[in-house]
């Protein structure tokens, strides 16, 4: 099928998103017989609904090289869940707008909502007999993509926290009576990050006390141990997910901070400060010096210290959708990252069906769980390729140079 | 004279602390016949007290050569403050220890409070005819240092905020709702780290408001700012000092959130928090969505990325304190850093007495700082030669290596 392709960012950004954009861009430019136009939509699948559509061809190769040190999404992305109806107004539009623009492969880099965006994509597609290739592409720091051995995005996320964890470490260590330091990572419902934490313990001691959401957080047996420790070696070094539960599943920020809940304009609760509240505790019942910090949105953006695997990967990614896209029999399918049972770190880039990563969590193996608030030397041999090699990161005056694109909006 | 030297860390750590403790360990090597035993006094003044004291030269070459990327303050570090009275028993307690040790150099690393320390020990030696040079060794992140162009540590604290406020900008421009993004700075009195904030506007746009220490802050025009700026582009990036004060003086923390207000184990007011009242103020206010981020230690101990020219000059001002200690007419002195006027960077190593710089703080310059809410192209100016080059990460397995010292004690 000859036709234009589009790209599309959603979901949250990455430091390597636009490493998987430059993946797919490089190799559609091979491939000028089949794949006409490289077109971006600007702000996920609502570019495309607005009208809001780049020319991809158009940018100087040098900007797209950067792409590859440069957080955040330089399409923008979006949020915006299809209709689960494909009868509503909305499919519609986006026919008539691929239609008009004669899209005939789009790739789609996000996470499992996007991946459910994608799917409803191909399933209205198939039903309208309309041909267009639907292929996501995998991305996000949470690791939480089922049927794929880990996302791009989650190597460069680890990165940062193992190094981070193991400097917080060097810098509390050296008081004579430290702080019990309790640092928060992101992940609501799955501790892939958290665990993370442990890898700061291969040249460094390592966190005291990991907690993930895949085990109930017991207050009273956290207290007990913080204090066991810090009366031990006076000071205490804390990692918790954000979306740790109690058991009977309520947050632990919301449970005993209600008074001070706060939601965002969505309703949801905001999450973020259970380390704060935890310190208070802390604070408060032993009198210990604490400190509670979030690493908050560096862990997902920090690209001065992505790893190199993680982007070579996210380039990958981004390669084998086009070179599958044109494989006929491959539609509706996310890549998905294979390792072979080997000593070696070996991948292979497959495909899934979309449908079957759609909405759906890999959550943290509960076998690397140790005792509730430790994780077991199997995870840290699994993640420890994620991190390997440093990015080369490109500067101007010491500082980062990102790609500054010029898109311009394909006109017909 | 003859004898053995100490070295003392003092004081809150940063990333090239122990740079200039390796740059005082390789000088004084080259001095046998002046400096014998190279000593270090674990956590600070009171490792002298209390017979903490080891013996640096039995350290393994290559282990000292990691401490180029070792963050945090190996020695240990501490905060006692002498007494103003030289009758107290501490000083005698001191010169028995000086004596016993035979410490004829005593180099201490650390800020403002610390050079009080070294002068107080300089006029109490002075006073009892002890001789036993004392030389200060810069060392802060915070550049508050009176009669030093800038202090070692400051550079790489300043790359990783510079890099880190262009990553942040970079996520949260992605979205076509942004947030407010209100990031806090470490510097209670002086606004010299936040002004970092601007150096990221060299490759990036900046944060659009910029509010230091040095100006009273005026929470309804700051409101107003921010309003008109989300209408506009839909996302603000604003940097916070920790230290930000109403025109009465008052912290914004303490004054807003009175009810909540902790105190350390010392009674000082906890800072940090500022920025999450002023993201809640917004958010009720205008129902625009709201981040706060803490940059918390990471600011002084990332060492991932320090700057490989604050490096170097922590481990010059190292040496110089060596080589000049052996000059004979240098005590009770600070080895600064002096620039020339000069388009290109170039600077020199000298000294001023320890008494004018001890307890004093230098503020950040008010003809720097443009409308209370941006900084000037001079601070640039000066602050960018501070963040060039790299840093040579020393890894294994994909992580940082540090130095491992075997701190064994020294043996009379």
Known sequence: MKGNSLIIQSGGPTCVINSSLYGIIKEAKKHPNNIEGIFGALN????????????????????????????????????????????????????????????????????????????????FFTLKHYDCKVIGVPKTIDNDLVNTDHTPGYGSALKYIANTFQEIENDICCYQNGKVT????????????????????????????????????????????????????????????????????????????????????????????????????????????????????????????????????AQEVGKHAVIKSLNKDINGSMINITRAQHNDYIIGYQWVSLSSVANKVKTFPKEWIVNNCDIDRGFINYALPLIQENNIIYQENGLPRYAKLKKEKVIL
């Open 182 to 313: 309790i640092v928060e990572v992101m992940g609501r419902d799955a501790g892939w990050l958290t665990a993370g934490s442990k890898l700061s313990s291969i040249n460094g001691n390592g966190p005291d006390l990991i907690y993930l959401p895949e085990c109930p957080f017991d207050i009273e047996d956290f207290l007990m141990k913080v204090k066991n420790i810090y009366e031990q070696k006076h000071y205490v070094l804390i990692a918790i997910s954000e979306g740790i539960r109690n058991k009977d599943g309520q947050y632990i920020h919301t449970l005993i901070n209600s008074g001070n809940q706060t939601t965002d304009s969505f309703g949801h609760i905001n999450l973020g400060g259970a380390a704060s509240v935890l310190a208070n505790i802390i604070q408060s019942k032993f009198n210990f010096p604490v400190r509670s910090i979030e690493l908050s949105l560096p862990q997902r953006c920090a690209s001065h210290i992505s790893s190199l695997t993680d982007i070579e990967e």
């Open 44 to 123: 996920g699948i609502e570019g495309l609904l607005n009208n809001e559509i780049i020319d991809l061809r158009k940018e100087n190769e040098q900007e797209l090289i950067y792409l590859l040190n440069t957080p955040g999404a330089v399409l923008g992305t979006g949020r915006h869940k299809l209709n689960n109806d494909y009868n509503n107004e909305e499919y519609n539009k986006i026919l008539s707008q691929c239609e008009k623009y004669n899209i005939r492969y789009i790739y789609i880099i996000g996470g499992n909502d996007s991946m459910d965006t994608g799917n409803k994509l191909y399933q």
